[in-house]
């Protein structure tokens, strides 16, 4: 009878605590990885300058968001991405300016279904100031890199 009783106590505090483990482990997906895969489209601003871009957007092994930029026009470049945040829709990134390594690119972006809009904007890392700024439209070519 004794034995009953604590199996019964023992029990649901177990499936408890089984339930707990495994919502850490594989709860649900982030919301933003709806957002994760390869964006492509065009960047314009900076004194009349205009080009492409490919945006990657991806999790590391530690599950925190990640990213690369492939940049065409003048200058082409590459560049990861030191920064990423969503706030729901609402994205903001940063990259070091790879062509100056004294100044950064801040990206600003809504993302809705498969398009995305914004701004970017380079900056002088010491001073924050301003250099130069545009706007960037873009769709999504492949879905969850990894």
Known sequence: ???RRLAFLILPLLSIVVCAAS???????PADDKYLGLWSGSW???????GGFDLTLDRDKDKA????????GEPTYKATLTS?????????????YTPEPSSEVVLTGTFEGNSATGTWSLRDKA??????????????KDKQVH
């Open 127 to 140: 001073s924050g100031n301003e250099v130069s700024s545009g706007t960037w439209k873009g769709t999504r």
């Open 84 to 96: 990423i945040a969503f706030d729901g829709a609402k994205m903001t990134a940063k990259y070091d």
């Open 65 to 72: 968001m990640t990213g690369n930029v492939s940049v065409t």
């Open 23 to 29: 919502q850490r482990e594989g709860g649900p997906p």
């Open 1 to 3: 009878m004794h034995s």
């Open 44 to 50: 314009e601003g900076g004194g009349g300058g205009s």
